[in-house]
């Protein structure tokens, strides 16, 4: 069974930075694509960006040239960078995973990490 565990969360100043990782963990034969989505009280689970097998990636619009999401294939691990903090980007982070193991390709997610902005 493949595990997806973030950590990095916590309280920041607004203006501040976070980093959080999101590590996969079991048997895996490859990860593909894997992405970073949140979640604010009482809204929907947002997408905030994601990256490809190969390196590319794509963000949500809302969080452009503040955040960057990278990854470290040796380690199963993938990382958001989140710079210039604001209020609204308080939420439950989650990271998500297209991974293929011994029972096939499937789609994992974290448990959440908490993120709040706040002075």
């Known amino acids: 069974q493949v595990q997806l565990v973030e950590s990095g969360g916590g309280l920041v100043q607004p203006g501040g930075s976070l980093r959080l990782s999101c590590a996969a963990s079991?048997?895996?034969?490859?990860?593909?694509?894997m992405a970073w989505y949140r979640q604010a009280p009482g809204k929907q689970r947002e997408l905030v960006g994601t990256i490809t097998r190969g390196g590319s990636t794509n963000y949500a619009a809302f969080v452009k040239g503040r955040f960057t999401i990278s990854k470290d294939n040796a380690k199963n691990t993938v990382y958001l960078q989140m710079n210039s903090l604001k209020p609204e980007d308080t939420a439950v982070y989650y990271c998500?995973?297209?991974?293929?193991?011994?029972?096939?390709?499937?789609?994992?997610w974290g448990q959440g990490t908490q993120v709040t902005v706040s002075s």
């Open positions: 998500n995973a297209d991974v293929a193991g011994p029972t096939g390709r499937d789609d994992y």
């Open positions: 079991g048997v895996i034969f490859s990860i593909y694509n």
